[in-house]
């Protein structure tokens, strides 16, 4: 066993060795922080049946709703898929810190939302 834990301790430094790219933020287990894109909710009509889904990261520029940026920019979010049961009209979530994902409910009445800078989309 001790052979075994010695070799893959040796292969994972020598590879995190020749990686230096490889930064500190990419081996976190924790889940990247969404960013905030907006400080109040999102009103959108929404079809009964049809999959939706919200940007739990914060990086999309088609909000509420996600276009693939967390794969660039926020590695370890994913969308989060929903199906409505009839048309609705709802408010979704703008902050993405709701406790209640994907609809609102009134975090961003907080004073760490409140109180914390907006997400600038860049082209990069």
């Known amino acids: 066993m001790n052979m075994l834990v010695t070799k893959i301790d040796y292969k994972w430094i020598s590879l995190?060795?020749?990686?230096p790219w490889i930064t500190a933020s990419k081996l976190s287990t924790l889940?990247?922080?969404p960013v905030i894109p907006s400080k109040k909710p999102l009103?959108?009509?929404?079809?009964?049946?049809?999959?939706?889904?919200?940007c739990?990261?914060?990086?999309s520029k088609k909000q509420p709703f996600c276009d693939g940026a967390h794969k660039f920019k926020a590695q370890g979010l994913s969308?989060?898929?929903?199906?409505?049961?009839?048309?609705s009209t709802v408010w979704l979530c703008g902050c993405k810190h709701t406790n209640n994902p994907p609809y609102c409910d009134g975090t961003h009445k907080q004073d760490f939302i409140v109180s914390a800078p907006l997400h600038e989309h860049t082209d990069s």
């Open 43 to 54: 009103r959108v009509e929404l079809l009964g049946g049809k999959r939706y889904s919200w």
């Open 79 to 87: 969308p989060l898929c929903f199906f409505p049961e009839k048309d």
């Open 31 to 33: 889940p990247p922080e």
């Open 16 to 19: 995190t060795l020749r990686n």
């Open 56 to 59: 739990t990261c914060g990086h």
